[in-house]
């Protein structure tokens, strides 16, 4: 398969519609992004790496980190997670509050904020160095030990994080948080800002694509536990909009509002697509377009 000539192919069908979205600019520095930058790469089982337009381009991740966090929280620390934090698409924006008051702090999933607060702590208690973590796997699985956190992004985002943290702090009110609020949101906003390109993150996310074992051939996570992460990620990697994403692209997906989507092709390989202008939900809307027309083109779904 030409995977290169069908990554153009698909980007130009994304781009003959005529939405756009706009940068998230509730971070003041993910504002800044160019909002034409589009690239999407494909990493498959078998060792090939493909890309068009800006795939080597680096962006923040975001809420992309959600995903890495979980698969390293769940190798280092087992199912106990699932005490802490749920499993069931939450129908509300990705930094709700509404729910956690009548759930008694446990939050509905890993990929909404409260969640991914939830998992962070517990990911800093069994490392010690939760975006240190996400940041090692992430080189390792890339091979590019350039991948590092954007210090302006996340002093960006701590400066205007009231909502994370209104959200931590009742989240420790419940006592489910086990490390001080104040770690707690220093470690996710550094996982957030972490800056990698799609190739990057197809190749960090081939993990989940090989069923748990990572690019040395190690396992990271068992076979079940790469299914429910998939799982997971495809009822709840695209908050409220993840019965449309599994509608329009029929993958495991998991956005940020940095604009990056990460996709995966259990058995195949992962894609990423990035481009910074999200629709109301905070999904990139060329990202969504492209991996719609990828998969209407190939026929490749999990169902
Ligand atoms: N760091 C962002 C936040 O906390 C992540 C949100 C996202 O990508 N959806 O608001």
Known sequence: MDYQRLLQD??????AGERRGRPADYIPALAEADPSAFGMAIATVDGGVFGAGDWEVPFSVQSVSKLFTLALALAEGGDGLWHGVGREPSGNPFNSLVQLETEQGIPRNPFINAGALVVT???LELTGDAAGAVREFLRAESGNAAVDTDDSVAASEARHGHRNAALAHFIASYGNLRNPVDSVLAH?????????????LALAGLFLARHGVRADGSRL??????KRINAVMLTCGTYDAAGEFAFRVGLPGKSGVGGGVLAVLPGRGSVCVWSPGLDAVGNSVLGVAALDALTTATGWSVF
């Open 10 to 15: 698909v980007m130009a069908v994304a781009l």
């Open 121 to 123: 702590d517990r990911l």
């Open 188 to 200: 996710y906003y550094a996982h957030c800002a972490i800056a990698a390109s799609c190739r990057d």
């Open 221 to 226: 996570l068992t076979r079940s536990e790469a």
